[in-house]
């Protein structure tokens, strides 16, 4: 059933921009590196107490920032939607809060205190306008998400104690499509190791074992590893997208992504990829060094098991230390599975007649490049949206995101609530 326009208006008419964008340079202004969260979760907690939600702070596994909960109930039978939201940020050098011709910036404001304050806004909204006929909202706020400083437990520990709805909304800057489906995630790191102090070249160096010679077999050997997989993808994966070889960075995908997965094509082919962003080895030009690092992902479609994917990573590293005079050590950091959502569900119904009714017609449904929450909520059973404002410069020191854009998520969120919940 179509939203009454009214329902439209009324919602419009209770989110208030300056009060959306006072939250969001509130939480900016807290620095709040992933695993240093206590703060800027203290200052969320300050900010929905002012507004008279009760607030819970449970600790989910990390006591150092225990999470934010707040609820707003109708007291009537229906279900429950949750907004999520991680305030931890990349480990880069503090950006503040900046405001200018209608643009937000500073450390997190497209990722994703920007999106956390529209979540709130929402919350407000839904509160004020008095629409909820049924049901409730559950918002949650933690840190530990950024890897692979975060290993994305404390919201594995939310979920596990209960701090969970029927379906959940997440504000990564997702715009363009609705994902329904996504690969998983783990960061690679590997040290070659040779025995014996570093020397210089004419001194003995040269007849070392060179870990660098290992290292670019190791490069060799992983970059054979992307090509086999390429060669094999998974088709099928949601409607409205092609075939699409994603960009292999580690830092989240830009919006230009989204323009090629929504050319209308109907099967896209879901590519499994290996790639590396950091080597290193030595501290001078004619120098033997002792160590040699790499760093990298591997990212998987649902088909694979991360336990084979792991299993594999290590053989690899087994044959290129052999018979080599060095060590090699690697560490595969578990970061997210992949997931698949169906489309036919009430939350993705739900969302889709939100966008239906604002913007003329629902989103293309997606592959998502990069991973979030949503994976860990999917993997729970918990169906989950990730949709957040259009901005750029996430895992940069330039994130920005327009203000227009935050309260476009905060109607969004409040609508979806309001149909969802009253199912």
Request: aromatic share 6%.
């Amino acid at each position: 059933m179509p939203f009454p326009p009214q329902q439209i208006d009324a919602v419009k008419a209770a989110i208030q921009p300056e009060r959306l964008l006072d939250t969001a340079v509130k939480l900016i202004g807290v620095p709040s590196p992933t695993r240093s969260g206590a703060a800027v979760a203290d200052r969320l907690h300050e900010i929905l107490e002012s507004d008279g939600f009760p607030v819970e702070r449970p600790a989910c596994g990390w006591p150092d920032a225990p999470a934010v909960v707040a609820r707003f109930d109708s007291g009537r039978r229906g279900k429950t939607l949750q907004f999520n939201g991680h305030l931890d940020t990349v480990h880069l050098p503090f950006v503040p809060p900046r405001v200018q011709d209608g643009i937000l910036y500073g450390s997190g404001a497209i990722d994703m205190k920007g999106g956390v304050a529209a979540m709130v806004e929402a919350l407000r909204a839904v509160r004020d306008s008095g629409l909820l006929a049924g049901g409730g909202i559950l918002l949650t706020a933690h840190d530990l998400h950024e890897a692979p400083w975060g290993d994305g437990s404390q919201v594995d520990r939310l979920i596990e104690a209960g701090y969970a709805g029927d379906g959940a909304l997440i504000p990564e800057y997702t715009a363009e499509i609705l994902p329904v489906v996504g690969r998983g995630l783990a960061v690679l790191e590997v040290t070659v190791t040779r025995d014996g102090e570093p020397v210089h070249e004419v001194l003995g160096g040269i007849e070392q074992p060179s870990v660098i010679a290992v290292g670019a077999d190791l490069v060799r050997r992983l970059t054979d590893l992307h090509r086999q997989l390429g060669e094999r993808g998974v088709a099928g994966a949601g409607v409205g997208c092609p075939e699409f070889n994603f960009p292999t960075a580690d830092s989240h995908a830009q919006n230009d992504v989204y323009g090629k997965l929504n050319s209308g094509h109907p099967t896209p082919t879901l590519k499994e990829t290996v790639f590396i962003g950091q080597v290193h080895a030595g501290e001078i030009y004619n120098q033997s060094p002792t160590q040699f690092h790499l760093s990298g992902t591997r990212r998987w479609t649902r088909d694979s098991n991360p336990d084979d994917v792991r299993r594999e990573f290590f053989d690899l590293l087994s044959a290129a230390e052999e018979g080599t005079g060095t060590q090699v050590e690697g560490e595969f950091h578990f970061v997210r599975n992949a997931f698949e959502l169906d489309e036919r569900d009430w939350l993705v119904e739900s969302f889709q007649e939100v966008c239906r009714a604002v913007r003329g017609e629902p989103l293309p449904t997606g592959v998502k490049p990069f991973v979030d929450d949503g994976n860990t909520f999917c993997a729970h059973g918990i169906p989950c949206v990730t949709h957040g404002p259009r901005g750029s410069g996430a895992h940069t020191l330039h994130e920005q995101v327009s203000v227009a854009e935050l309260e476009r998520v905060a109607q969004y969120y409040a609508l979806c609530a309001l149909r969802f919940c009253d199912a």
